[in-house]
T-cell receptor
Framework: QKEVEQNSGPLSVPEGAIASLNCTYS??????FFWYRQYSGKSPELIMS????GDKEDGRFTAQLNKASQYVSLLIRDSQPSDSATYLC????????????FGQGTTLQVKP | GAVVSQHPSWVICKSGTSVKIECRSL??????MFWYRQFPKQSLMLMAT?????????EQGVEKDKFLINHASLTLSTLTVTSAHPEDSSFYIC???????????FGPGTRLTVT
């Protein structure tokens, strides 16, 4: 069964610190990986996508992918209270349909 | 770019009635749209995948006769909850994917309450 695993948290970090969110997936053939942010009561918002091994940076966010270890992570630098949300890792196991498998999400709390 | 809208944003209906939710891609053509349901403090549950001009593919355990999906154009998909019951109360979210986009973009969601 194709699975995406995340620690549900909550992960608590002080304001200004680096938050590190982790995700593992079961299908070695997966090609596309995404991080979504979901505020309470709202729908998910795409914040990062990554397709190749290594790091991809966008502002305060860095996504890291290691296909050999089947591991993808999201780093948030200079964390702000407004970053407090649930972060969903999603993996595209089936490249043709675009269907995504979501992890359970990690709740991040950034304390002022 | 890649904006998806949903209508209505919330709806209250009586048990036994039907409710239609619309999902539109505003600035791109969405060959594939997805419908999710989310209960409080739980992750997204994919209900079905809809491709323009063809029948939707439903996930295991989702009743296709209860949740009718129509994807009549490249910018519009609809979900109709038929004979709604209180246990159908949930947050329904659509997402859209275009041929040239790898990512899925989500609509703002529709909160359904069945009384």
């Amino acid at each position: 069964q194709k699975e995406v695993e995340q620690n549900s948290g909550p992960l608590s970090v002080p304001e200004g610190a680096i938050a590190s969110l982790n995700c593992t997936y079961s299908d070695r053939g997966s090609q596309s990986f995404f991080w979504y942010r979901q505020y309470s009561g709202k729908s998910p918002e795409l914040i990062m996508s990554i397709y190749s091994n290594g790091d991809k940076e966008d502002g305060r966010f860095t996504a890291q992918l290691n296909k050999a270890s089947q591991y993808v992570s999201l780093l948030i630098r200079d964390s702000q209270p407004s970053d407090s949300a649930t972060y969903l890792c999603a993996v595209n196991f089936s490249g043709n349909t675009g269907k995504l498998i979501f992890g359970q999400g990690t709740t991040l709390q950034v304390k002022p | 770019g890649a904006v998806v809208s949903q209508h209505p944003s919330w709806v209250i209906c009586k048990s036994g009635t039907s409710v239609k939710i619309e999902c539109r891609s505003l600035d791109f053509q969405a060959t594939t749209m997805f419908w999710y349901r989310q209960f409080p403090k739980q992750s997204l549950m994919l209900m079905a995948t809809s491709n323009e001009g063809s029948k939707a593919t439903y996930e295991q355990g989702v009743e296709k006769d209860k949740f009718l999906i129509n994807h009549a154009s490249l910018t519009l998909s609809t979900l109709t909850v038929t004979s709604a019951h209180p246990e159908d109360s949930s947050f329904y979210i659509c997402s859209a994917k275009g041929d040239r986009l790898y990512e899925q973009y989500f609509g703002p969601g529709t909160r359904l309450t069945v009384t």
